[in-house]
């Protein structure tokens, strides 16, 4: 096996296309790209060939603010794979990342190649489960949690719903942050960056699925869902729950009912946060991470 790397953004643009599957909405180079910046990113593509054969790649970039190599388009995208054509290889491509390495959000279907280390807990929900019903997703809650979630949606002011108001996304900067002060994503400009140029991508492309409610003509809670293929991803949101209680949880059901409409089978909550997403009954897997 012979190594090359690659540091053209063209060329790896290439190379990654030839290699992804794209079952995934983070497979697809266009979103991927979102959160690549020129200012502090350069692309280190490891590149594998066998005679004059592709055979693989690991994409990472180097991130100059962190000193350290990671994942092609840093830590906010998730279920991060390796391109080979047998994975038998993985170990040795492994070997040719440099030193101060760090591979987070590693699918755990990679786990069987390699021993990598835990990460964190990503969280979804499998619909088929429920037969893609909310009302039989709703009764798997014990009579309590139902009872208490229908009294606090109940309770709530009257509101209005709107779709794919992209211009509602300063909104749920400012409510995002206001929710999580320092643990908020958007407190991260080139993930803050990175999202609002996948919105208008995913808009162009016809698979944005974002909410805005509001209360008394004012916008009070913002949900960015983007659907692609079986998968609803609920990318992030913001909700002003110190104000109006309850409205975060109107804002989960809502997406969950938009991606059973949508046909989706998974809602994808992702990563972190896992305090509020537990109290949905959500399946979860153990995201990998490689450290060097």
């Known amino acids: 096996m012979e190594f090359k790397i690659c540091k053209d953004i063209g060329e790896c643009g290439k190379l990654w296309d030839l290699f992804s599957p794209s079952k995934r909405l983070f497979d697809v180079w266009d979103f991927r790209l979102c959160f690549y910046d020129s200012k502090d990113n350069s692309p280190y ?14 994409p990472l970039q180097f991130t100059k603010s962190r000193n350290q190599y990671n994942y092609f388009g840093g830590w906010f995208p998730e279920r ?3 391109f080979l054509k047998g994975k038998s290889k993985l170990a040795e491509f492994l070997e040719q990342c440099p030193e101060s390495t760090l591979i987070e959000g590693i699918d755990p279907a990679e786990g069987r190649y390699y021993n990598f280390l835990e990460d ?54 400012e409510l995002n942050i206001k929710q999580y002060e320092e643990d908020s994503k958007l407190n991260n400009e080139t993930i803050k960056n990175g999202i609002y140029k996948m919105v208008n991508l995913a808009n162009k492309k016809g698979i944005l699925d974002m909410t805005s409610l509001e209360i008394n003509s004012k916008t009070e809670a913002v949900d960015i869902g983007i659907v692609y293929g079986q998968w609803y991803h609920a990318i992030i949101g913001g909700a002003n729950s110190q104000k109006i209680p309850g409205i975060g949880k109107l804002m989960t059901i809502l997406d969950i009912k938009n991606a059973i409409a949508k046909k989706a089978r998974f809602v994808d909550f992702a990563a972190t946060s896992g305090h509020w997403k537990e109290m949905w009954n959500p399946d979860m897997e153990m995201l990998l991470k490689f450290v060097k």
């Open 45 to 58: 593509f490891i590149v594998g060939y066998e005679g004059k054969s592709h055979f693989g790649l690991i």
């Open 80 to 82: 991060n794979s390796f």
């Open 120 to 173: 964190e807990r990503t969280y979804y929900l499998d619909l088929s489960r429920y037969d893609h019903s909310f009302e039989k997703y709703f009764s798997s809650f014990d009579k309590k949690k139902q009872k208490n979630l229908n009294r606090e949606l109940k309770n709530l002011p009257k509101y209005s719903i709107f779709h794919n108001r992209v211009k509602d996304f300063e909104r749920l900067v």
